[in-house]
C-alpha cells in the first residue's frame, strides 16, 4: 500500500459485527483500508490497549443556533460533541425551525464557518403545509420534525394533519421523526393541575403523562403503517410504549424507535428533589432497576433502534427563573451520551459492539448519511474514535463545554473515555478539549436533488 496521511495503529477495530486488531489507514479524508500492514504514513497514532470506533452519529439535536444563543449554539454545541466522541450531528432549532427551503438555505450559509463536526439540518412540519414537504425534501433536509401536541411554540398535529403529513411525506420518501403527546390529554392534565393551584415540580410527569405518550405514540405507529411513511418515534420513555411501536413494526411499519440516555439513568421521582432540571418531556418514566434494565433490554434487541441525546440545553439560571410551567423543557446530553455508553458496558448492559450499532450505523442508515458516515470500512469518511476502555472518570457540571454548564449525570462515575475523535481524518479532541477549528460542514440528506 502506497503511503497514507494518517495511520492508527494496533486498536482493536469495532464494528457491529465484531471487533479484531487491525491498523486503520486514511488517506484524504476517508478511510483507505483497515489491515494487518503497517503502510508509511505522515502520522502515526499508537492505538495499542485502545478501542477504534467509528464517531457517534446524533440525529437529534438542538443548538438554538440561529435563536436563542444564550441557551447553545453551534460553536459550543459542536465543541461538546467533538470532545465527547460524536462527528456528525443532525440539528433543528425551535427558536427559528426550518418551514421552507429558503429557511434552509440561510441557515446553511449561516451555518458554514460555526460547527465542529460534520452536521445535517431537520426541517419542522407545520399542520396543513404539507405541500412544501417534497421540496424540502429534495432540497436536502434529514428529516421532518413532527410534534403530535403543541411544544416550544411549533404546533401539534392532531391524527388528521400527522395523516396529511405522512402520506405527503411517502409520497416524497421523506423520513420523519415524531414526538408523540396526545394534545387532549396533556390539555386536560393541564386544566385540572392548575384549578388545583398546583405549581410543584411533581405536575411534569402528571400534565406530560404516560397515557398521552403511549396514545400518541400508538395512532402514529398505525398511520405510518398505514400510510406506508418512513418515521421514527423520538425519545421512547418506556416499555409499553416501545411494545405498540414493535407490534405496528411487525405488521408492516416502517418504524424506527429512538431511545436516549435520560429515560435509562434517570428516575420519574427525581423531578421531586431536582425540579426544573428534570423537566423533559416525554418525562423519565422508570421508576425501579427493572425498568432500566427493560429498557437495555430494549436496546440490545433493536426494539429500541438508535440513541439519540436529545440535546436541548439551558443554563442553570434559565432553569431557575419563572414557575415550573414556563421554565424551558429540556436537558443537555451532547456531552455525557457516549460516556454512559460506554458506561454501559462496563455495567454489563451493552457491548461495544452495541455502541457502534445503536449511535453510528443505524442513526446513519436511519437517516441516509450511511455509506459516508456511521462505519468504519474503506470508502467510509474516517470519522473515528479511539476510546479507553479502561479509564475511569467522574462527570462533573464545571467539565460541560455545552454552555448549559450543567449535566443530569453530575458526580456520576463512568468508566471508558474518548481520547482522540478524528473527523474526516482530521483531529478535532483529545482528552476532552476540542480544537474548535470550525472544519465541520453541511451534509444534504439522502433525498437531495442539486438544482
Aim: charged letters at 25%.
Amino acid at each position: 500500500m502506497s503511503e497514507v496521511d494518517l495511520l492508527i495503529a494496533g486498536g482493536t477495530v469495532v464494528t457491529p459485527s465484531g471487533r479484531r486488531r487491525a491498523n486503520v489507514a486514511v488517506r484524504d479524508g476517508r478511510i483507505a483500508a483497515i489491515t494487518q500492514e503497517r503502510p508509511a504514513a505522515g502520522r502515526v497514532v499508537d492505538a495499542s490497549n485502545l478501542l477504534v470506533m467509528p464517531g457517534g452519529v446524533d440525529t437529534h439535536v438542538h443548538l438554538m443556533d440561529p435563536g436563542d444563543p444564550t441557551r447553545e449554539d453551534f460553536p459550543t454545541g459542536t465543541s461538546a460533541a467533538a470532545a465527547s466522541g460524536v462527528t456528525t450531528i443532525i440539528e433543528h432549532s425551535h427558536g427559528r425551525p426550518v418551514r421552507t427551503v429558503s429557511d434552509l438555505v440561510d441557515k446553511t450559509q449561516y451555518l458554514a464557518d460555526r460547527s465542529n463536526v460534520d452536521f445535517g439540518l431537520a426541517a419542522h412540519a407545520w399542520p396543513g403545509q404539507e405541500s412544501v414537504v417534497g421540496e424540502l425534501w429534495s432540497a436536502g433536509v434529514a428529516f421532518f420534525k413532527v410534534f403530535t401536541c403543541t411544544t416550544h411554540g411549533v404546533p401539534g398535529h392532531d391524527a388528521a394533519a400527522l395523516h396529511a403529513h405522512l402520506q405527503a411525506s411517502a409520497l416524497a420518501g421523506a423520513m420523519s421523526l415524531m414526538h408523540c403527546e396526545d394534545e387532549s390529554l396533556t390539555e386536560a392534565a393541564e386544566k385540572v393541575l392548575r384549578a388545583q393551584g398546583r405549581d410543584d415540580p411533581a405536575i411534569v410527569p402528571e400534565w406530560r403523562n404516560r397515557d398521552a405518550e403511549l396514545v400518541a405514540a400508538a395512532v402514529a405507529a398505525l398511520l405510518v403503517r398505514r400510510t406506508g411513511a418512513r418515521a421514527a418515534v423520538a425519545h421512547v420513555s418506556n416499555d409499553e410504549v416501545a411494545d405498540y411501536i414493535a407490534a405496528e413494526r411487525r405488521r408492516g411499519a416502517t418504524l424506527w424507535a429512538e431511545g436516549c440516555p435520560q429515560y435509562f439513568l434517570l428516575r420519574e421521582d427525581e423531578v421531586h428533589e431536582h425540579g426544573a432540571l428534570r423537566k423533559f418531556t416525554p418525562p423519565a418514566r422508570s421508576r425501579t432497576d427493572d425498568d432500566e434494565a427493560a429498557l437495555w433490554r430494549l436496546l440490545r434487541s433493536g426494539v429500541l433502534t438508535h440513541m439519540s441525546s436529545d440535546h436541548a440545553p439551558s443554563t442553570l439560571e434559565q432553569k431557575n427563573v419563572g414557575s415550573i410551567w414556563e421554565v424551558h423543557f429540556g436537558l443537555p446530553g451532547l456531552d455525557s451520551t457516549m460516556s454512559v455508553l460506554l458506561d454501559a458496558v462496563a455495567r454489563g448492559h451493552l457491548s461495544y459492539e452495541d455502541i457502534t450499532r445503536v449511535y453510528s450505523e443505524v442513526p446513519a442508515r436511519t437517516y441516509g448519511l450511511w455509506p459516508r458516515k456511521g462505519r468504519l470500512a474503506p470508502g467510509a469518511d474516517a470519522d473515528l474514535i479511539v476510546v479507553d476502555p479502561a479509564a475511569t472518570r467522574t462527570l462533573r457540571n464545571a467539565d460541560v463545554l455545552s454552555k448549559a454548564g450543567w449535566t443530569p449525570f453530575d458526580g456520576r462515575t463512568v468508566t471508558g473515555r474518548v481520547v482522540q475523535t478524528y473527523l474526516r481524518g482530521q483531529l478535532i479532541a483529545e482528552e476532552g478539549k476540542p480544537r474548535d477549528e470550525r472544519t465541520g460542514r453541511f451534509v444534504p440528506g439522502s433525498g437531495h436533488r442539486p438544482s
